[in-house]
């Protein structure tokens, strides 16, 4: 079975964050500089004490009409996170966020350090190349007849 530990592997690029003292504009000047969906949010410590999704920003500054440039990340984030390892079912997770309509989840070892970030769209782009690749070998097996 795939883990998340093999979609991280696999995966380009760092893990964005930002600070919970940030302002939102920041914080979004940030995501759409690197085209992402949510930023996780590190105290001094770099842990993590929550996320800032897009779902965040539209529902609670967009739609409660807060001003980005003076607002914090740390007033409008996602407190209660959640983590997955990298021993994780890739199955598992996406049963878990699709209940919990999730589309972001770190992954932490067992001494809880940061790894990463998968994505539903990480899930989505891991499956769709495995599915791929038995689609090629089944195409070649039939070829040889």
């Given at each position: 079975?795939?883990?998340?530990?093999d979609?991280l592997?696999?995966k380009p690029?760092?893990?964005?964050?930002t600070?919970?003292f940030?302002t939102v504009?920041?914080?979004?000047?940030?995501?759409?500089?690197?085209?992402?969906?949510?930023?996780?949010v590190?105290?001094?410590?770099?842990?993590?004490?929550?996320?800032?999704t897009e779902?965040?920003l539209?529902?609670?500054?967009?739609?409660a009409e807060?001003?980005?440039?003076?607002?914090?990340?740390a007033?409008?984030?996602?407190?209660?996170?959640l983590?997955?390892?990298?021993d994780?079912q890739?199955?598992?997770?996406?049963t878990i966020?699709?209940?919990?309509r999730?589309?972001?989840?770190?992954v932490?070892?067992?001494?809880?350090?940061l790894m990463?970030?998968?994505?539903?769209?990480d899930?989505?782009?891991?499956e769709?190349?495995?599915?791929n690749?038995?689609?090629?070998?089944?195409?070649?097996y039939?070829?040889?007849g």
């Open positions: 079975m795939t883990t998340v530990g979609i592997s696999r690029g760092k893990t964005h964050w600070w919970p940030a504009l920041e914080a979004t000047k940030q995501m759409n500089d690197c085209r992402i969906g949510s930023l996780l590190l105290d001094d410590a770099q842990s993590v004490v929550g996320i800032l779902r965040d539209l529902t609670r500054v967009i739609a807060r001003d980005p440039g003076t607002t914090k990340v007033e409008v984030m996602t407190r209660d996170v983590y997955c390892t990298p994780t890739m199955e598992e997770l996406r966020m699709k209940e919990r999730i589309r972001h989840v770190p932490r070892n067992e001494n809880h350090k990463g970030l998968i994505s539903m769209g899930l989505n782009a891991f769709s190349e495995s599915l690749f038995t689609l090629s070998a089944l195409h070649d039939i070829a040889r």
